[in-house]
């Protein structure tokens, strides 16, 4: 299986074992969140394309002409950086000023960035140099590669970006492994660099002129982390939609709301798709076909449709802003070779990410709002449930903790919710003086989708418990297959118990959950 249809003829030389389509090959065809999923949990291997590999030699070769032809200075190749761009480098000191650069710039502090997205920053950063618009080796990326291919990644730190000049500190971090300095994470262990080098034979590679700059401009710290966030928030939508649909039935819910009929008059497409699943995931269900009392549900449950169908749609529009971003060209100066033209430029700066990220953080907080709510009306008594799903309440507490845990977290995803992309700050002595901010908007999104997979959690241990009260009315098939893989994990209460156990199980639950993928990106 090739997903950018360019034809390769393996070498079994190079892959003596591996069969053709273990490899995913960089090109310029797109890259999009289907083929990132196929690569990632096929753990496939990385290769260039024939066209990948040209583009990279001919920007080389174009690069080393023009320094033989031209003595002027060209920002980044024989200059210094920053506020010190008017610095000539002479030609004898650009290996220097490159190694020089990657060694300073690694300034990285805070906490370590995890395996998943050091592992997606690698095969980004070799995406965006394979189009031949970087001036980088063909060494050098293919030492990126044998890096991600062989599962040796460097030791990160989440503090240091600004989000324009690049990711300039975690991407100096990624790259110092590459001159046989900083640390690596190889076989479940925490070594130097220089040591993985030695086992592989390797020798440090020596960085020409520009290298240095097009490795640490960009912007795959916060591509990465954005294309992490929107796996798991895919993920997080489809469960959060299903275990909306087991609390409809365990709150004894109208079905009307849901009618295909109230969504065709304000079609927003992910209100629409919200309000289908819900008719889906609760087909042939006892207690949504029985007639209701209840004339209205509380917004929490109506409104479902309307609220997890924004953020659906804010899904869809991060989705398109960083499909664009991890198939383009980031770094600074980019080289034209048809135009013959090396240009001094601003695509590293990480604005448009910036605000995909904060926009997306506050969609994800928004969802785990609206589930907290839902938990919220389960433990009240109402509807016929006793108060806080317990069958002796007042001895004991039953689910009357859950819900404050889950108010808590709402309530810290408020706050991470705070757009970082408001605030800038000047640096470099002024030459760099508006930054996007969007590295602390990946970090921090983070945090919000990991407190959402908490509140889900919280609400399908509410929604089971609760559902068990309605027996022997069933629910739907969908749903009583979902609440019988749950039950083997987290059990009916019939009396107080250490929570946090099985909210720990519940979460665990939610993080082994595999869906197709097919109805992820639907």
Same mark, same amino acid.
């Given at each position: 299986?090739?997903? %950018?249809?360019?034809?390769?003829?393996?070498?079994?030389?190079?892959?003596? $074992?591996?069969?053709?389509?273990?490899?995913?090959?960089?090109?310029?065809?797109? &890259?999009?969140?289907?083929? &990132?999923?196929?690569?990632? =949990?096929?753990?496939?291997?990385?290769?260039?394309?024939?066209? @990948?590999?040209?583009?990279?030699?001919?920007?080389?070769?174009?690069? %080393?002409?023009?320094?033989?032809? =031209?003595?002027?200075?060209? /920002?980044?190749? =024989?200059?210094?950086?920053?506020?010190?761009?008017? *610095?000539?480098?002479?030609?004898?000191?650009?290996?220097?000023?490159?190694? %020089?650069?990657?060694?300073?710039?690694?300034?990285?502090?805070?906490?370590?960035?995890?395996?998943?997205?050091?592992?997606?920053?690698?095969?980004?950063?070799?995406?965006? &140099?394979s189009y031949g618009n970087s001036g980088v080796s063909l060494q050098?990326?293919?030492?990126?590669?044998? #890096?991600?291919?062989?599962?040796?990644?460097?030791?990160?730190?989440?503090?240091?970006?600004?989000?324009?000049?690049?990711?300039? @500190?975690?991407?100096?971090?990624?790259?110092?492994?590459?001159?046989?300095?900083?640390?690596?994470?190889?076989?479940?262990?925490? $070594?130097?660099?220089?040591? *993985?080098?030695?086992? #592989?034979?390797?020798?440090?590679?020596?960085?020409?002129?520009?290298?240095?700059?097009?490795?640490?401009?960009?912007?795959?710290?916060?591509?990465?982390?954005?294309? /992490?966030?929107?796996?798991?928030?895919?993920?997080?939508?489809?469960?959060?939609?299903?275990?909306?649909?087991?609390?409809?039935?365990?709150?004894?819910?109208?079905?009307?709301?849901?009618? +295909?009929?109230?969504?065709? *008059?304000?079609p927003h497409r992910g209100q629409i798709k919200t309000a289908e699943?819900?008719?889906? #995931?609760?087909?042939?269900?006892?207690? @949504?076909?029985?007639?209701?009392?209840?004339?209205?549900?509380?917004?929490?449950?109506?409104?479902?449709?309307?609220?997890?169908?924004?953020?659906?749609?804010?899904?869809?529009? *991060?989705?398109?802003? #960083?499909?664009?971003?991890?198939?383009?060209?980031?770094?600074?100066?980019?080289?034209? $070779? +048809?135009?013959?033209?090396?240009?001094?430029?601003?695509?590293?700066?990480?604005?448009?990410?910036?605000?995909?990220?904060?926009?997306?953080?506050?969609?994800?907080?928004?969802?785990?709002?609206?589930?907290?709510?839902?938990?919220?009306?389960?433990?009240?008594?109402?509807?016929?449930?006793?108060?806080?799903?317990?069958?002796?309440?007042?001895?004991?507490?039953?689910?009357?903790?859950?819900?404050?845990?889950?108010?808590?977290?709402?309530?810290?995803?408020?706050?991470?919710?705070?757009?970082?992309?408001?605030?800038?700050?000047?640096?470099?002595?002024?030459?760099?003086?508006?930054?996007?901010?969007?590295?602390?908007?990946?970090?921090?999104? &983070?945090?919000?989708?990991?407190?959402?997979?908490?509140?889900?959690?919280?609400?399908? !241990?509410?929604?089971?418990?609760?559902?068990?009260?309605?027996?022997?009315?069933?629910?739907?098939?969908?749903?009583?297959?979902?609440?019988? @893989?749950?039950?083997?994990?987290?059990?009916?209460?019939?009396?107080?118990?250490?929570?946090?156990?099985?909210?720990?199980?519940?979460?665990? !639950?939610?993080?082994?959950?595999?869906?197709?993928?097919?109805?992820?990106?639907?």
């Amino acid at each position: 299986m090739q997903f %950018n249809g360019v034809n390769k003829i393996i070498d079994t030389n190079q892959h003596p $074992i591996l069969p053709m389509d273990s490899f995913h090959y960089i090109s310029s065809a797109v &890259l999009d969140l289907h083929v &990132l999923y196929d690569i990632i =949990n096929n753990k496939k291997k990385l290769d260039l394309s024939d066209e @990948a590999r040209v583009n990279i030699e001919k920007s080389r070769h174009y690069l %080393n002409e023009k320094i033989k032809q =031209n003595d002027l200075p060209i /920002y980044g190749i =024989n200059t210094g950086f920053g506020s010190l761009c008017n *610095v000539k480098i002479a030609a004898k000191n650009l290996t220097q000023l490159q190694q %020089n650069l990657v060694m300073s710039h690694a300034c990285g502090t805070g906490n370590l960035v995890s395996k998943p997205i050091i592992r997606l920053m690698l095969l980004l950063k070799i995406q965006s &140099l394979s189009y031949g618009n970087s001036g980088v080796s063909l060494q050098t990326v293919r030492r990126l590669m044998d #890096f991600y291919n062989e599962d040796i990644l460097p030791v990160i730190y989440e503090q240091g970006s600004l989000g324009a000049s690049g990711d300039l @500190a975690p991407l100096a971090h990624m790259s110092l492994p590459l001159l046989g300095k900083g640390e690596v994470y190889y076989n479940n262990e925490r $070594i130097t660099a220089e040591s *993985v080098l030695k086992k #592989f034979d390797w020798k440090p590679i020596e960085l020409q002129s520009k290298e240095g700059l097009a490795l640490l401009n960009g912007t795959q710290f916060m591509s990465a982390h954005g294309v /992490y966030a929107l796996l798991e928030s895919y993920k997080l939508c489809y469960l959060a939609d299903a275990i909306g649909a087991v609390s409809i039935d365990a709150f004894n819910c109208n079905m009307s709301p849901f009618d +295909e009929l109230v969504h065709m *008059v304000r079609p927003h497409r992910g209100q629409i798709k919200t309000a289908e699943r819900l008719r889906e #995931f609760l087909k042939g269900s006892e207690i @949504a076909e029985n007639e209701k009392e209840n004339v209205q549900d509380p917004y929490s449950f109506r409104c479902i449709p309307q609220v997890h169908g924004a953020t659906r749609d804010t899904l869809a529009f *991060v989705r398109k802003t #960083f499909k664009t971003e991890i198939n383009s060209v980031t770094d600074n100066p980019n080289i034209f $070779i +048809e135009a013959d033209k090396i240009i001094s430029g601003g695509n590293f700066h990480g604005q448009p990410l910036a605000l995909a990220l904060d926009y997306l953080a506050i969609a994800m907080a928004e969802m785990g709002n609206i589930s907290e709510r839902r938990i919220y009306q389960l433990v009240s008594g109402l509807r016929g449930l006793p108060t806080f799903l317990v069958e002796n309440p007042g001895l004991n507490s039953g689910f009357m903790i859950p819900q404050y845990t889950a108010a808590s977290i709402v309530s810290q995803n408020k706050q991470y919710a705070t757009p970082a992309s408001i605030d800038s700050i000047i640096s470099s002595n002024g030459q760099e003086d508006h930054v996007s901010m969007g590295a602390n908007g990946a970090t921090k999104l &983070l945090k919000v989708i990991e407190n959402i997979s908490t509140i889900l959690a919280i609400e399908l !241990f509410n929604a089971s418990q609760a559902l068990h009260f309605r027996e022997p009315a069933k629910t739907s098939p969908f749903l009583t297959e979902l609440l019988d @893989a749950f039950r083997a994990e987290v059990p009916i209460l019939r009396e107080d118990q250490v929570m946090s156990d099985h909210i720990r199980h519940a979460k665990e !639950f939610i993080a082994n959950y595999t869906i197709d993928q097919d109805l992820l990106f639907d």
